[in-house]
């Protein structure tokens, strides 16, 4: 695979998140009287207040687009991409907002925009580069991409038949799921896709689950991210803090191309806009909460072709504390189904004892319920068809130069009132090859190369062994 920077799309904007130019540096700043800076912080914080009251007029109309025309949507969506971009005027009365885009180089554009940077700077608003992002790029290396051992494997996407889900019953799902040493309580809550008519005249709101399309479109950003052909930024403000990723839609289509899932933009756009509005609650089993919130926790256009994401808390954090896995992410989407790819991922994730060369084989286990509970496949009353299904899957990875050696499945046998013992689960023992073991093994060397805290304080003894390992047969196709 070869790595994509996106063609001839515009770069990614530098300014500060949301309202446009930074405006004057910090020195700048100390060289203005008391006096005029006080006038530009209040001017600042007026302005704030008038974008921050449209935006949120704006994101109620969009969120409930009913009767809404598609003009009318790409006009509401226009002027929030205005409003975030410091562009928008705003005139205010009891029944509606009107926007106009302020000229640039006018003098009152150039004074708004340079009391708000004033303001911003004032309350320590400002963009950095991560400096925990540099071990998470994998540059060098176009077959890999980096997994999350807790949060890539809580149910969030199902790739059942009912991915519509029309009644307000169905709209959440409940699963119970084991990680490690942790038992994990997931509550998902589908998101909402827009649907227009063929007139284009009216659009019809459904509630959807994510499934296998933005499954492959979050991993593509992933792996755009771990390749830094995407932006990532750290942004703060005063105590809170969010990371964002800046792309554009073709660099996800290319790359999904090059996996054999080729999506039009319009698609991967939907995908992007579902994420951002499905929703995961996860509880320990003791009942301590450990995240709430959507899968993307923003989604949005800027200037040009540039879109940008701002990730979820867990997923920033497991980010922040180094807490990811290497995987070779070609041989992954190198599997038909998205039943195979989860396995495949499940195992790397999570079988961290993989036999070394010359060592004994070692068998990693699981059960028909963990992939029920993880969401991957749907829950029936006949466990011998989801058998078939999981069999299907273990065929395709095993043999020679792929993931698995061999495998053997196993009845669970329940009891009835009748004295029969019906199966009421499977047991699955799976032996990966060497190739996949190594890959295993790799990505334990890496991890604890990266948590040295020996290393972690000579930043480029850390960087030479990282570069070494690299080199590794592991790191091969």
Same mark, same amino acid.
């Given at each position: ?19 446009g130019s930074d405006g004057m540096t910090r020195r700048e700043i100390e060289e203005i009287n008391e006096e005029a800076l006080r006038v530009a912080h209040d001017e600042a914080a007026a302005r704030q207040a008038e974008w921050t009251k449209a935006e949120k007029r704006l994101l109620a109309d969009i ?43 006018? !003098? $009152?554009?150039?004074? %708004?925009?340079?009391? @708000? *940077?004033?303001?911003? &700077? #004032?309350? +320590? ?117 969010? !990371? $964002?990723?800046?792309? %554009?839609?073709?660099? @996800? *289509?290319?790359?999904? &191309? #090059?996996? +054999? ?117 749907? !829950? ?13 899957a273990l065929d395709e990875m095993t043999g020679e130069g792929k993931d698995i050696e061999k495998f053997k499945a196993e009845p669970i046998y329940g009891t009835s009132e009748k004295g029969r013992k019906p199966i009421v689960d499977w047991k699955y023992s799976v032996w990966p090859t060497q190739r ?42």
């Amino acid at each position: 695979m070869t790595s994509t920077t996106g063609g001839n799309e515009p770069p990614v904007d530098e300014q500060t998140y949301g309202l446009g130019s930074d405006g004057m540096t910090r020195r700048e700043i100390e060289e203005i009287n008391e006096e005029a800076l006080r006038v530009a912080h209040d001017e600042a914080a007026a302005r704030q207040a008038e974008w921050t009251k449209a935006e949120k007029r704006l994101l109620a109309d969009i969120n409930d687009p009913t009767g809404m025309t598609k003009a009318a949507m790409r006009e509401h969506r226009k002027w929030l991409a205005e409003i975030r971009a410091g562009k928008a005027e705003i005139q205010e009365n009891e029944d509606s907002i009107t926007f106009r885009i302020q000229k640039t180089g006018s !003098e $009152r554009s150039n004074k %708004s925009l340079s009391a @708000i *940077a004033r303001f911003k &700077s #004032e309350t +320590g608003y400002k963009q950095s580069e991560l400096p925990f992002a540099q071990n998470f790029v994998l540059q060098g290396l176009p077959d890999w991409s980096r997994g999350f051992p807790v949060y890539d494997l809580l149910p969030k996407f199902f790739f059942g038949s009912d991915r519509d889900a029309r009644k307000d019953t169905q709209n959440s799902r409940e699963r119970k799921i084991t990680i490690g040493k942790h038992t994990y309580n997931v509550t998902a809550l589908a998101g909402r896709v827009i649907r227009y008519k063929k007139d284009g005249s009216a659009a019809d709101v459904i509630c959807r689950w994510p499934s296998e399309r933005e499954e492959v479109v979050s991993r593509a950003l992933r792996y755009l991210v771990a390749q830094k052909n995407a932006k990532l930024s750290h942004w703060t403000h005063g105590q809170k803090s969010h !990371e $964002r990723v800046a792309f %554009s839609i073709g660099q @996800i *289509a290319t790359v999904l &191309s #090059e996996w +054999g899932h080729a999506h039009n933009h319009s698609e991967i756009d939907e995908s992007l806009k579902l994420l951002a509005d499905a929703k995961i609650e996860v509880k320990k089993n003791a009942g301590e909460a450990v995240f709430a919130g959507h899968l993307i926790s923003e989604y949005y256009a800027t200037a040009g072709a540039e879109r940008v994401v701002v990730l979820n808390s867990m997923e920033a954090d497991a980010l922040q504390r180094e807490e990811y896995l290497a995987l070779n992410i070609s041989r992954t989407m190198a599997l038909s189904t998205p039943l195979a790819r989860a396995i495949r991922e499940r195992m790397v994730l999570l079988f961290r004892n993989a036999p070394g060369r010359g060592e004994a084989g070692k068998a990693w286990s699981f059960t028909l319920t963990d992939l029920v509970q993880g969401g991957i496949i749907e !829950e029936t009353t006949r466990p011998d068809r989801n058998a078939k299904r999981i069999k299907a899957a273990l065929d395709e990875m095993t043999g020679e130069g792929k993931d698995i050696e061999k495998f053997k499945a196993e009845p669970i046998y329940g009891t009835s009132e009748k004295g029969r013992k019906p199966i009421v689960d499977w047991k699955y023992s799976v032996w990966p090859t060497q190739r996949t073991a190594d890959e295993i093994i790799n990505g334990n060397t890496e991890k604890h190369v990266r948590q040295d805290p020996v290393l972690k304080k000579h930043e480029t003894a850390m960087q030479q062994r990282l570069a070494r390992l690299a080199q590794s047969p592991a790191y091969g196709k």
